[in-house]
């Protein structure tokens, strides 16, 4: 019976996981921030770096220029339903 109820207090003490060791837990998976799929830590790594380097293109040399046309229209459009109903 003594058995037992140490076998119980170690599974409580294994589940209860100090604060301080999460903190300091190495993460080997991750979630991509564009879809969320699983990744691997250097799958990640290699997509942050990718989306780091388009942070110099302005945002216009991403968008296909019929996009930006229709963009630029629907603006045009909200401008003018403010003075023509």
Do not use: C, W
Request: hydrophobic share 40%; no cysteine; charged share 30%.
């Amino acid at each position: 019976m003594n058995s037992s109820a140490e076998t119980q207090s170690m599974s409580a003490f294994q589940e209860d996981v100090p604060e301080e060791v999460l903190r300091v837990e190495i993460y080997t998976d991750a979630r991509s921030p564009i879809d969320g799929k699983q990744l691997t830590a250097a799958e990640y790594a290699e997509l942050m770096e990718k989306l780091r380097s388009l942070d110099g293109i302005p945002p216009e040399a991403l968008v296909s220029p019929k996009i930006r046309e229709v963009i630029d229209l629907l603006r045009l459009r909200k401008f003018l339903r403010q003075f023509i109903p």
